[in-house]
């Protein structure tokens, strides 16, 4: 299973953008966003469950939505009202890190 994600670039504070993820051969079912920023260690920003429960890092709530599409084998991240810590690389996965990382997608969010 490859983890590819994309929709990342550079945006202005309060600015918008969505992420996605897709992966061949699987549905998603349980799945998170995970972001790292410059130094820092990798943190979890957002989970879905297979009965489309979300949960969401404090920093986040209230901007961000995490959603499943259909079919089941992308994963969407929408990101309003950026900030400039929010400026990290962004990852999925499952909520206990099952499938090798991908790459992940670059957010810089800059006036």
């Known amino acids: 299973v490859q983890l590819q994600a994309s929709g990342g670039g550079l945006v202005q504070p309060g600015g918008s953008l969505r992420l996605s993820c897709t992966a061949s051969g699987i549905y998603f079912n349980n799945m998170a966003w995970y972001r790292q920023a410059p130094g820092k260690q990798r943190e979890l920003v957002a989970t879905i469950t297979r009965g489309r429960n979300t949960d969401y890092a404090d920093s986040v709530k209230g901007r961000f939505t995490i959603s499943i599409g259909n079919p089941k084998n992308i994963l969407h991240l929408q990101m309003n009202s950026l900030k400039p810590e929010d400026t990290a690389v962004y990852f999925c996965?499952?909520?206990?890190?099952?499938?090798?990382w991908g790459q992940g997608t670059q957010v810089t969010v800059s006036s």
């Open positions: 996965n499952s909520p206990t890190m099952t499938y090798p």
